[in-house]
């Protein structure tokens, strides 16, 4: 059974910096998209970031120039490092491996919690 391990997460003034990283534990397909979503209070979840095993990557507008992803394909781990940190960027952020191969599977992480403020 795979498992995401999320780490990284916490509380930083506005302007700061964050690194979030997600481990996949297990065995998953090695063609898959792996990404980071958000989710405000209030909110719905929202697409951050993702890449794919080739290396393509996706930002939602309001992160781009800010925030990079990045992955380690022998370590089945992706990383978000988060820039320029804004209060609108306090959530709680969920790991996300989604398979493109069979089983095409849909996995999450648990989440962990972003705040920005000071």
């Known amino acids: 059974q795979v498992q995401l391990v999320e780490s990284g997460g916490g509380l930083v003034q506005p302007g700061g910096s964050l690194r979030l990283s997600c481990e996949a534990s297990g065995t998953i397909r090695s063609i898959n998209a792996m990404g980071w979503y958000r989710q405000a209070p209030g909110k719905q979840r929202e697409l951050v970031a993702d890449?794919?095993?080739?290396?393509?990557?996706n930002y939602a507008d309001s992160v781009k120039g800010r925030f990079t992803i990045s992955r380690d394909n022998a370590k089945n781990t992706v990383y978000l490092q988060m820039n320029e940190l804004k209060p609108e960027d306090t959530a709680v952020y969920y790991c996300?491996?989604?398979?493109?191969?069979?089983?095409?599977?849909?996995?999450w992480g648990q989440g962990t919690q972003v705040t920005v403020s000071s």
């Open positions: 996300n491996v989604r398979e493109i191969v069979w089983p095409k599977r849909d996995l």
């Open positions: 890449i794919r095993s080739g290396g393509t990557t």
